[in-house]
Every structure is written in structure tokens, then in C-alpha cells.
């Protein structure tokens, strides 16, 4: 899926501390380039065909053209995230080490571990430029420099992290069941990857960590987040069946799972 990034027009990426809170993510890719700096906790990554555990210390680079989903985070999991837009990327990855950044999908595998040193480095200009996003200027110009330096902490890191190919049926298997227009049941899903619905969901627990219902009811969750907004004139439950749920009391157990509180407690948040 692609996403539309909201990045206000006068900024030319942005830099955030992202926390779990029990968000749940979709399988998406979008024009902007993203890095990834994993500071607490763990997490499993799912980019493309390859599985990607990650933890303290961990930069990953997404480029555009390349799915990816954060798939599990533990409670205390933090990573620094970092977009730029095209024309930024475009203008300062000049020098021929950085040309890499300008391309849409890199042969290769973009997971390192950082040293400390690289680690605090990193994590004290991220706070510092952070703490300027109120001036423009000077919160554009510390995305440049810290586009630069985060690729050259990257380059300079000897520890590189390639993953673990996924099988073909299992990728295909996400890819499905990522697709809004395709709601097929287990049978249907598992004959279209190749295997059969036993094989498949084995198969998928093993290689992802998640079993294949936990997988895509996260996926109609997602989707339910995004057509709800913030529920203004809107019925719970008619978004939830658009979203994918076969029932109100599916829906109601798996809200519940996920996010840690009910679907009413929610809309009385928002």
C-alpha cells in the first residue's frame, strides 16, 4: 500500500521519537526516503521477503519503493524515525557514498548495528534538531545534516544485520492480506500462496512470529483506525464490517487485544 505521508509543505522531512503505544501498522511503502534507530527494546520488521529482528542499536534505511511493516514491538520498544522528501534527498546526497540514498530500491541489505559511540552520537543531534522544528530554516537544514551523518554512521558500522529470507507463500500470504480490496478466507488465501491452509499457517507463525489471524486481523484494525478518524458522524460498526470484521464481538475482542482498551473507552478518548 502506498502511503500518503502528512509532512507540512514548508518542512522537507521530519524527525520523531517514536514510542510503542499500541499503534498498529499496515504493510506500506511511500516517495519518501525513512530511517529507522532502534534506542530501546525490540521489535520484528518485515521488509519485502526478508524477516528483520531488531533491537538497541539497530539502523535500518527503507527506501521508497521497498514495503515494510513493523510487525511486533516489545512494551518498551523506542526507535528515532527520519523522512525526506525527494528534493531534499536529491539536493544534498551529492558525494558519491551517498548517491545510494537517491536510488528507489537498492540492491543490498540496509540493517546495521551501530556502536555506542555512533548510538549516543546519533540520539543527542536527533534531540537537538528536534527541539527546532518551531524555526524552519534551521529544522530543514538539521534534517540535511542529519540525512548525511546518520548514512555516514551507517557506512562506518561493521556489523551487518541481513535477515532472514521469508518463504515466497508466506510473503505472498501478507501481500493478500494487506490488499483492502481482497477479503478471502484461509482456504481461498492458502491455495493462491501454494500451500495448503495447515502448511501456510504454520509456516507463517514460524518464519513472521505471528500467526496468520493475529496477522490480518492487525491489518483490518489498521484499516479501521484509518476510516474512523476521529469518529466524527460515524458508527463503529459499519466501519468495522467496511474494515473487514465479519461481527461487532470480533471486532470488539480484537480492539480490545490490541489496543488495551475497548472501542467505546477509545471514541470516549477521542
Known sequence: MKE?????????????????HGR????????????NLVTHGTGLYLLANRKYEIRRGDLL????AQEHVLIEQSPDFKMWIGVFKPQLVNRVAQDAPA???????????????????????LEALYEEIEASRAQTGLYNAGLAYA????????????????????????????????????????????????????????????????TLLDFRNR???????????????????????????GSYPQFHRVFKQVMGCSP?????EL
Open 219 to 245: 491489518q483490518r484494525l489498521e484499516r479501521f483506525l484509518e476510516l474512523y478518524g476521529t469518529g466524527q458522524r460515524q458508527k463503529m460498526l459499519n466501519v468495522a464490517l467496511e474494515a473487514g470484521f
Open 264 to 268: 467505546a473507552a477509545y471514541r470516549r
Open 4 to 20: 500518503q505521508l502528512r509532512l507540512p509543505a514548508h518542512c522537507e522531512g521530519s524527525l520523531w521519537l517514536h514510542c510503542n
Open 99 to 121: 548517491r545510494t540514498l537517491r536510488e528507489a530500491d537498492p540492491a543490498g541489505h540496509f540493517n546495521r548495528r551501530l556502536a555506542p559511540a555512533g548510538l549516543r552520537r
Open 61 to 64: 534505511w527503507l527506501f521508497p
Open 147 to 210: 540525512l548525511l551523518t546518520t548514512w555516514d554512521e551507517f557506512v562506518a558500522a561493521a556489523d551487518v544485520a541481513t535477515g532472514v529470507d521469508v518463504h515466497p507463500a508466506v510473503e505472498k500470504a501478507a501481500r493478500l492480506i494487506r490488499d483492502v480490496t481482497t477479503r478471502l478466507p484461509v482456504e481461498t488465501l492458502a491455495q493462491q500462496a501454494g500451500l495448503s491452509p495447515s502448511r501456510l499457517s504454520r509456516l507463517f507463525k514460524q518464519q513472521t512470529g505471528v
Open 24 to 35: 498498529i501498522f499496515a504493510m506500506h511503502h511511500h516517495v519518501e526516503l525513512e530511517f
